[in-house]
C-alpha cells in the first residue's frame, strides 16, 4: 500500500512538474509578443517619422509641406492602390453566392429529423373502446370520441407509419 501511495505521489508531483513548464513557456510567449510588439512600434515611427521629415526637407513652402504629407499619409496607409480590391470580392462571391448555389443545386435534400408540415401538428383518432381512469394522471375517455394525438416525427418512432 505504501509502494502503491508512492508511485501515485510521483506521478502526481511530475504531472504538476510538466504543467509548470508549460505554464513557463506560456509566459515566456507572452513575454516576446510584448517585446517584438514595442519593437514593431518602433520601427513603424521610425518609418512615419522619416517619411514626415523627407516631407518637411522637400517642400518650400508651408502649403507645399502640408500636401506632401498627405500625399506620404495617403501612400503609407494604400500601398499597394485598388488592384488588391480583387481577393475581397473573390471572399465575398464565395462566402455568399456559394452557399445559395449549393442550396439550388440540391433542391430535395433534407435533415433526417425534417418532416413535412402540412399546417397541422397533430393527428386526429376516433377511440374504439371506452377507458376509465385508474390513476389521477390519466384521462377517461368514451368510446367513439375524437382524441388529438401529438405524435412525435416518424424518424424518431419507428413503429409509426410514415404517410
Given at each position: 500500500a505504501?509502494?502503491?501511495e508512492a508511485t501515485y505521489n510521483s506521478v502526481h508531483s511530475s504531472f504538476?512538474?510538466?504543467l509548470s513548464v508549460a505554464d513557463h513557456f506560456s509566459k515566456l510567449r507572452q513575454q516576446l509578443v510584448k517585446i517584438l510588439r514595442s519593437f514593431m512600434m518602433l520601427g513603424i515611427g521610425h518609418r512615419v517619422f522619416e517619411r514626415l521629415w523627407n516631407c518637411l526637407a522637400t517642400s518650400s513652402?508651408?502649403?507645399?509641406?502640408?500636401q506632401n504629407v498627405q500625399t506620404a499619409a495617403w501612400q503609407?496607409?494604400?500601398p499597394a492602390g485598388p488592384q488588391d480590391l480583387w481577393p475581397f470580392v473573390?471572399?465575398?462571391l464565395v462566402a455568399c453566392a456559394g452557399p445559395y448555389f449549393i442550396y439550388k443545386m440540391f433542391p430535395d435534400v433534407k435533415e433526417e429529423d425534417e418532416r413535412e408540415y402540412d399546417g397541422v401538428d397533430h393527428d386526429t383518432a376516433t377511440v374504439l373502446y371506452p377507458y376509465r381512469a385508474i390513476n389521477p394522471d390519466e384521462v377517461s375517455v368514451a368510446a367513439e370520441s375524437q382524441v388529438i394525438l401529438h405524435l412525435?416525427?416518424?424518424?424518431?418512432n419507428p413503429r409509426l407509419d410514415p404517410r
Amino acid at each position: 500500500a505504501q509502494m502503491l501511495e508512492a508511485t501515485y505521489n510521483s506521478v502526481h508531483s511530475s504531472f504538476r512538474a510538466v504543467l509548470s513548464v508549460a505554464d513557463h513557456f506560456s509566459k515566456l510567449r507572452q513575454q516576446l509578443v510584448k517585446i517584438l510588439r514595442s519593437f514593431m512600434m518602433l520601427g513603424i515611427g521610425h518609418r512615419v517619422f522619416e517619411r514626415l521629415w523627407n516631407c518637411l526637407a522637400t517642400s518650400s513652402t508651408p502649403h507645399e509641406a502640408v500636401q506632401n504629407v498627405q500625399t506620404a499619409a495617403w501612400q503609407m496607409a494604400n500601398p499597394a492602390g485598388p488592384q488588391d480590391l480583387w481577393p475581397f470580392v473573390t471572399f465575398l462571391l464565395v462566402a455568399c453566392a456559394g452557399p445559395y448555389f449549393i442550396y439550388k443545386m440540391f433542391p430535395d435534400v433534407k435533415e433526417e429529423d425534417e418532416r413535412e408540415y402540412d399546417g397541422v401538428d397533430h393527428d386526429t383518432a376516433t377511440v374504439l373502446y371506452p377507458y376509465r381512469a385508474i390513476n389521477p394522471d390519466e384521462v377517461s375517455v368514451a368510446a367513439e370520441s375524437q382524441v388529438i394525438l401529438h405524435l412525435p416525427p416518424a424518424a424518431h418512432n419507428p413503429r409509426l407509419d410514415p404517410r
